[in-house]
């Protein structure tokens, strides 16, 4: 079993800055993807930031030189620095690990992040 957990989000005015946290710990062998998702009101979940495999970078183009995704020094941990955000980056976070063999997918249980005047 793989248990996530994040910490971090809130309620900040736009321009202000966050920072998420996720720690993946149980039985992982092999990480594929890590990274954070979010999703609005009557949207799809979508992706933000993500370690890819040969440790690349994903990002959205809406979070481009605002937001970096990097790793803790503590095993499987990673973070999401949130710079300069909009109204529009209002959502629910999600941390999400695709691990081992076969590829299984786990999801954190979600942060708000809520910007607003």
């Known amino acids: 079993q793989v248990q996530l957990v994040e910490s971090g989000g809130g309620l900040v005015q736009p321009g202000g800055s966050l920072r998420l946290s996720c720690a993946a710990s149980?039985?992982?062998?092999?990480?594929?993807?890590m990274g954070w998702y979010r999703q609005a009101p009557g949207k799809q979940r979508e992706l933000v930031a993500a370690?890819?495999?040969?440790?690349?970078?994903n990002y959205a183009d809406s979070v481009k030189g605002r937001f970096t995704i990097f790793r803790a020094n503590v095993k499987n941990t990673i973070y999401l620095q949130m710079n300069s955000l909009k109204t529009a980056d209002t959502a629910v976070y999600y941390c999400?690990?695709?691990?081992?063999?076969?590829?299984?997918?786990?999801w954190g249980q979600g942060n708000q992040v809520t910007v607003s005047s």
């Open positions: 149980g039985s992982i062998f092999s990480i594929n993807v």
């Open positions: 999400r690990i695709n691990a081992n063999r076969p590829e299984t997918d786990y």
């Open positions: 370690f890819t495999s040969g440790d690349r970078t």
